[in-house]
């Protein structure tokens, strides 16, 4: 009796034992900085971050076109301590404003275009003890800015990748901008392009411009060619990766985490050799308690 309570018993430990859940939390483009504090437990997170796309352009036919660079995808592991909050900014895609000057770059260091050219794309990026530049642990890039005419001049480059891609020459010969890299913006394509910075897009809100991404170090701006891509960040990660040219539209952050809070007390799962081998042992000790039982009654 004893071996078929021992038996019973186990079988039930092993059935309420389980690991943490996982756990998710998602944000999408506001246009402001976000914040998100780190649950009691949480010692780690995985980050996906995705910059924003770079804007369409207008040809002479007034049709807009989607020829700005797609966002780059930056992920990884993040070390964390319960309490803890970061700051995160969600790139957006720079704003249709029509065929005018200017062509304001996307939310997150997208630059300025102008008429038959467009904004680039905001970076997606966390910040760790601050919120400054400098306080970046990851980042995504964002596209350049497309730009068109008569007939089309060049698309947007992507966003990285270690690296942006340039932008598309122009068809009648401009020269496109360069996409950033993990130590300088990307070059100015055309004058009166310039080129990227620090988290920035090259900016010029000029006829026939198109802006350079927003990145790590952003892209470059070009006349009459595309706007290069802005590169993405992943030296504050363990196991990080970047992916260029993923994401359209604004730009996204998903933390996931084992949520230790909710997740059931893990125990021990025995197997069915063990679980026989507890009710043969158990059994055993049953048969000897019987025996002394019987000797103290004689």
């Avoid at 998710?24 to 924003?52: E, I, K, M, N």
């Avoid at 780059?72 to 029509?98: E, F, H, I, K, R």
């Avoid at 539209?249 to 985490?257: A, E, P, W």
């Amino acid at each position: 009796m004893i071996g078929k309570k021992a038996l019973l018993a186990a079988a039930l430990l092993g059935a309420v034992a389980s690991g943490a859940s996982a756990a998710t939390a998602t944000f999408s483009y506001t246009g402001a900085a976000q914040t998100w504090t780190v649950p009691a437990g949480v010692t780690q997170v995985t980050l996906d971050l995705r910059g924003a796309q770079g804007g369409g352009s207008y040809p002479c036919s007034g049709a807009r076109q989607e020829d700005g660079g797609l966002g780059g995808q930056a992920q990884g592991t993040l070390a964390v301590t319960p309490g803890q909050v970061l700051n995160l900014y969600v790139g957006g895609q720079a704003v249709d404003v029509g065929n005018i000057t200017p062509a304001p770059g996307g939310f997150n260091g997208g630059g300025d275009g102008g008429q038959y050219g467009a904004g680039g794309g905001g970076a997606t990026d966390v910040r760790v003890g601050g919120t400054a530049l400098a306080n970046r642990v990851a980042v995504a890039g964002g596209g350049g800015g497309g730009n068109t005419g008569c007939p089309e001049h060049g698309a947007g480059g992507n966003g990285g990748g270690l690296s942006g891609d340039a932008g598309t020459p122009g068809v009648g010969g401009s020269t496109a901008a360069g996409g950033g890299t993990q130590s300088s913006g990307g070059t100015a394509g055309a004058a009166p392009g310039v080129a990227g910075q620090l988290g920035l897009g090259g900016s010029t809100a000029s006829y026939h411009i198109g802006g350079g991404g927003g990145g790590y170090y952003g892209g470059g701006s070009a006349y009459a060619a595309g706007g290069g891509g802005g590169s993405s960040y992943i030296a504050g990660l363990s196991g990080g990766s970047t992916t260029p040219g993923v994401q359209s539209g604004n730009g996204s952050i998903v933390i996931t985490y084992a949520d230790a809070v909710a997740a059931p007390v893990a125990v021990p799962t025995m197997g069915a050799g063990m679980l026989t081998l507890l009710a043969a042992a158990l059994a055993a000790v049953g048969a000897g308690h019987s025996a002394r039982q019987r000797r103290r009654r004689g």
